[in-house]
C-alpha cells in the first residue's frame, strides 16, 4: 500500500518549449528510494518506467538557471533552457555545442500538430 502511493503522479510536468508532458512523482534534490544520489538542482523526477528496480528514476526536467522557464534542457554545471543555451552559445564548450546541434527543433511542425498555445 505504501508502495502504491509512492508512484501516485504528484502532478505533471509540461516543458514550456515543446509541451512534452510526464506525470512526476517527485520534486526535489534527493528522489526517493535513492541511497547515495543528491542533484545539484530541484528536479522534476518520476520512477523509470522502464525497470521494476525502485531505485531507477528519470529526471523530466529543471527550471533554468538564467531565465527560470520549464523548458527542455541541458545540464551543464547548471540546467540551461535550449533557448538561453543558443542566446550564450559562445559560452559554452564545442561538445555542447555539438550537442546542441542534434537538438535543433524542426524549423516546420507535422501539420497534425498545433502551431502554438496560446
Known sequence: MAREAE???LGVFECQLCA?????????QKPPD???VVLLEE??????PFTWD???FLILGSRCSVCSRLECSIFYSKRFCLPCVQ???????QEIRQDLEKR???S???ANLPTSKT
Open 87 to 93: 542566446e550564450n552559445i559562445e559560452a559554452f564548450p
Open 108 to 110: 516546420k511542425r507535422p
Open 104 to 106: 535543433k527543433l524542426p
Open 7 to 9: 508512484c501516485r503522479p
Open 20 to 28: 512534452l508532458t510526464a506525470p512526476y512523482s517527485y520534486v526535489g
Open 54 to 56: 525502485k531505485d531507477k
Open 34 to 36: 535513492t541511497q547515495s
Open 43 to 48: 528536479s522534476y523526477v518520476m520512477k523509470d
